[in-house]
């Protein structure tokens, strides 16, 4: 059975920094293609980063290019994303998913996907 279960989420201050684990399961981890989305509340699904199977290529929008970071261990089956300089407006939930091009349409396209851990950034 593929599990994905993140964790890492919090409250947080304007400024601060998190980082996010997403713990994986019953597929070849090491070989899939990982992304990042968000949800913030009322608003669609945001694709905000992507890597390889290797973790030799990382994928970013430009919304989010230069504070987020993505990485992952393949030994551990887990795969990471470094929040610096969080905002207001990254209060969200985070999911982690397979795939390189885990929405298409506004909607998912990844075949698994985590049940996201919460991001709030507030003073």
């Known amino acids: 059975e593929v599990q994905l279960v993140e964790s890492g989420g919090g409250l947080v201050q304007p400024g601060g920094s998190l980082r996010l684990s997403c713990a994986a399961s019953?597929?070849?981890?090491?070989?899939?293609?990982m992304s990042w989305v968000r949800q913030a509340p009322g608003k669609g699904l945001e694709w905000v980063a992507a890597?390889?199977?290797?973790?030799?290529?990382?994928y970013y929008p430009d919304s989010v290019k230069g504070r987020f970071t993505i990485s992952r261990d393949n030994a551990k089956n887990t795969l990471y994303l470094q929040i610096n300089s969080l905002k207001t407006e990254d209060t969200a939930v985070y999911y982690c998913?397979?795939?390189?091009?885990?929405?298409?349409?506004?909607?998912?396209?990844?075949?698994?996907r985590g049940q996201g851990t919460q991001v709030t950034v507030s003073s």
């Open positions: 998913a397979t795939g390189r091009v885990p929405i298409r349409g506004g909607r998912w396209n990844s075949n698994y």
């Open positions: 019953g597929f070849t981890f090491w070989l899939d293609d």
């Open positions: 890597i390889n199977g290797g973790g030799s290529s990382t």
